[in-house]
């Protein structure tokens, strides 16, 4: 299968790193005109410089914005008022106990995680019902479905794209714009390898070790029992930003490693 996506115009939240900079790289790869975003300039500009590396007539511009603030939104949509492809990958994570997430920590993850697609999609969405072609994804995880008693805050905000990609899929029925939810699970990430990291020191043994120990003891139920990769991910979302996938929408594409144990 050859996907082309020459002349598309891709946006792609929290695309740094991890699993955001790897689905830009592989709409990049494309032929998408792709736009990279993160908070901090230095970092949006790394990323540009890592993915025209990979591919040196790569289309990619950048936006540095916090996307957690309406006022971050809107600094993204003034420089980039359309899109046709947009990725609402940007999150953040962390486990911590139930007891101890307080309402500001509850409010920044809903903030992040759930306005920023909201927001995005709200404004992107009208110019692609307009032009009657557009791709909306939301990255959302398995831990949407199966809620980690070590991360429920995070959990709920995963739930919550569940319910937003599918409603909004129903929003644009009739159209040729596909609106899907993406459910990665644990993934070699940045974040993850970090947190992953410090566990391993905590406990004195190696990365690698780690990783085993955490897929057995967090997610037994992986049938790939290992972490995916973030090109993994990237590949079904590449695959849904493109024009094979016109009949898919209002799915929940799951990239988890059979972590969560029902038939559909």
Known sequence: MQIDL?????IITGSTAGIGFAIAQGLA????????????????DDAIEAIKKESPNAKVEGVA?????????????KQQPSADILINNVG????????????DTWQQFFDINIMSAVRLSRHYAKGMRERDWGRIQFISSESGINIPSEMVHYGVTKSALLSVSRGLAKVLSGTQVTVNAILPGPTRS????????????KEGISQQEMEERFVKE??????????????????????????????????????????????T
């Open 65 to 77: 914005a916090d996307l957690g603030t309406a006022e971050g939104c809107q600094t993204l949509i």
């Open 29 to 44: 790869n494309a032929g998408a005109n792709v736009v990279v975003t993160g908070r901090s300039q230095s970092r949006v």
């Open 190 to 201: 940045e974040g993850v390898l970090k947190m992953i990291g410090e566990m391993a020191e």
């Open 92 to 103: 953040i994570f962390g486990p911590q106990d139930f007891f101890d997430v307080d309402d």
């Open 218 to 263: 967090n997610r037994p139920s992986s049938i790939i029992q290992r972490l995916a990769t973030p090109e993994e991910v990237a590949s079904m979302s590449v695959y849904a930003a493109s024009p094979q996938a016109s009949a898919t929408t209002g799915a929940a594409l799951r990239v988890e490693g059979g972590i969560v144990d029902t038939l």
């Open 6 to 10: 020459n002349g598309k115009h891709a």
